[in-house]
């Protein structure tokens, strides 16, 4: 998001918006405190692989920030820019509607469910059997 609104990181260039205000993905939270376009994207199946959830979020953001109840047609508008192929797009157009319920203020923002598949190495393997980027 550059001065408020949602635009191609990949189309700027660092001189353009050198004097700009940028948020990026790692802004939206504030600490380990998901912001709630994050938890509904978490909550609603709004991310799968995860590579295109920081333009999904940015832009969800940037179009909640100007318009707190938008339509279907105008949140397919404010995200026409991003791809997916994990999700179809409805989950995400879901999490976006969850999201401005939020901001409206009719409902709170729910935490994301605890990981049920844990890492049971949290700390690594005592003795790695090969070295990463080794397949058997």
């Known amino acids: ?11 700027c260039l660092a001189g353009q918006v050198s004097d700009s205000e940028i948020t990026t993905v790692e802004g939206l939270s504030e600490g380990a405190h998901l912001a ?6 978490a909550e609603h199946g709004g991310s799968q692989c995860g590579f295109c959830t920081p333009g999904f979020l ?11 109840s938008p339509t279907d047609e105008e949140i397919s508008c404010a995200i026409e820019g991003n791809l997916c ?12 509607k969850a999201a401005a319920e939020i901001h409206r203020g009719e409902s709170e923002p729910v935490p994301p469910a605890s990981n ?3 890492n049971p190495h949290p700390d ?9 980027g080794h397949a058997r």
């Open 1 to 11: 998001i550059i001065d408020g609104d949602a635009r191609l990181s990949c189309l």
């Open 116 to 118: 049920p598949h844990p």
């Open 85 to 96: 192929r994990c999700t179809g797009y409805q989950q995400i157009v879901d999490s976006i």
């Open 124 to 132: 690594g393997p005592e003795e790695p059997s090969m070295p990463p």
């Open 36 to 41: 709630p376009i994050q938890t509904c994207f």
């Open 58 to 68: 940015l832009s969800a953001q940037a179009l909640l920030e100007e318009n707190d």
